[in-house]
């Protein structure tokens, strides 16, 4: 499995917006002077998140994007399926790709079952305010 720039960079966006504190009101175009990364696709990124419930828009002077959820109760598993829509090792157990004519007679389907748990299970174990705690630690 291979999490695309999308959902590396959906996780960073939510990273930097938590390490300003829950209840900051960020400006995409800090953020992407601070990650590198261009504010047109955090746009795109913010929009993904915000469909999600994970964060909130806040027009004005003063306005950016907040987070609905406090860090640590966001996984990284709610980002990356916000931004990428799945996690499954495999197309055959994604939702969107339908059921699989040979998942009764499939061999392998219990194998990608597990491991599509165990990356579940991983993802939505690490929470957003791990990745604030280790961003503090880091500038320390």
């Known amino acids: ?11 960073r966006l939510m990273i930097d917006i938590a390490t300003q504190g829950d209840g900051a009101c960020v400006p995409l175009r800090e953020i992407a002077e601070r990650q590198g ?15 999600a419930d994970l964060l909130k828009s806040v027009r004005g002077a003063r306005g950016g994007y907040v987070l609905t959820i406090p860090s ?3 996984s990284a598993g709610d980002i990356l399926r916000a931004a990428e829509g799945t996690c499954a ?34 993802v939505d174990g690490v929470m957003l305010a791990e990745f604030v705690e280790k961003e503090a630690a880091l500038s320390l």
């Open 1 to 11: 499995m291979m999490i695309s720039t999308k959902g590396r960079y959906a996780l």
């Open 37 to 51: 990364i261009s504010l047109k696709y955090l746009e795109q990124l913010a929009t993904c998140l915000v469909k």
């Open 72 to 74: 640590e109760r966001v």
């Open 89 to 122: 090792p495999v197309a055959c157990l994604d939702d969107e790709y339908g059921i699989c004519p040979r998942r009764e007679t499939c061999t392998t389907i219990s194998f990608w079952e597990g491991l599509d748990e165990v990356i579940e299970r991983y």
